[in-house]
Structures are given as C-alpha cells and as structure tokens.
C-alpha cells in the first residue's frame, strides 16, 4: 500500500517538473525565435512571442504527462530494480523521443520535412530531460540524507532501547 502510494507520488512529481521543465524549454525558444518559427510554421509556437495557446499548453501537459510517468516508472525502483540504471535511462529517452515523434505528427508543431525544427525539438528535448533528471536526482539525494539523519536520531535517541533487544 505504501509503495503504491510513494509511486503515486513520484509520478505526479515527475509530471510536474517534466511540464515545468517543457513550459520553460518552449518558452525560451518561443521568446527567442517564436515570430520567426510563428510566420514560417505556426504550430506549437504560433503566437510567437506573444505567448503560448491554451491548446498548445494542454498539449504540453499531455506530453509532460507521458515523460513524468516514464520517467518516474524506469527512473525508480519501484518496478524495475533489476535493470541497470543507464538502461532504465537509456529506455526513458527513446519512449520519450517516440512520444515526441508521435506529438509533432499528431499536433503539427512543426512540418515534418523542416531539419531546423526537429533539430531544435529534439535538443530541446535531451536540455529538458537531462536538466529535470539532474533536479530529480538532486532533490532525491537531499532527501536520502535528511532521512538518513533521522534514522541516526531515531537510532541515537532509541538505543538505550535497541541495547535491550
């Protein structure tokens, strides 16, 4: 029941940091280049500079639905504790680049035979991925310590205890 729970949590955590992660990504390369990218393509940067469309945004957080979910299935232990942790890595980045492949096509972001956009989309993405993994395993090692300092509290404060036992 726990471990259900704990997973749960990672995946609505990765989720967010994933849509955290893409609006800021898309953002950047919409404040820079969105006119230019808006008067040739339109798509996901239609709005140039202007902004980002609600559908566009939804979109996005479909996307970040599917990354966080496998990123947070193959990045944790919770189901795949036997396979090494570059494999799990190396399997999240292509389902994610599968994913990707699939929303440009299915959402038009930008036409397909344009080198520029997918060379842009899928830098952006590997910046994206790499940068929310690194935060993850950042907030995951904060983590990791503070609780290993309160298991040493607990243990220091209880041994009177434990020496019985």
């Not at 945004?57 to 599917?66: C, G, H, K, R, T």
Request: aromatic fraction near 12%; proline fraction near 1%.
């Amino acid at each position: 029941m726990e471990e259900k729970k704990a997973l749960r949590k990672e995946i609505v955590q990765s989720i967010l940091m994933s849509f955290l992660g893409t609006i800021a990504g898309v953002s950047i390369v919409g404040w820079f280049y969105g006119d230019t990218i808006a008067a040739e393509h339109g798509g996901l940067l239609r709005l140039g500079r202007e902004g980002l469309a609600y559908e566009s945004i939804a979109q996005l957080f479909l996307f970040s639905v599917i990354i966080g979910t496998l990123t947070a299935i193959f990045m944790t232990d919770y189901l795949f504790k036997k396979i090494m942790l570059l494999w799990r890595c190396v399997i999240t980045v292509i389902l994610g680049v599968t994913a990707l492949i699939v929303f440009v096509i299915v959402f038009r972001w930008f036409p397909l035979d344009e080198i520029t956009g997918w060379v842009v989309m899928l830098t952006s993405f590997v910046g994206i991925f790499g940068a929310t993994t690194a935060i993850a395993v950042i907030v995951t090692k904060r983590e990791d310590k503070k609780l290993e300092r309160q298991l040493l509290d607990y243990k220091l404060r209880n041994k009177d205890k434990m020496d019985l036992d």
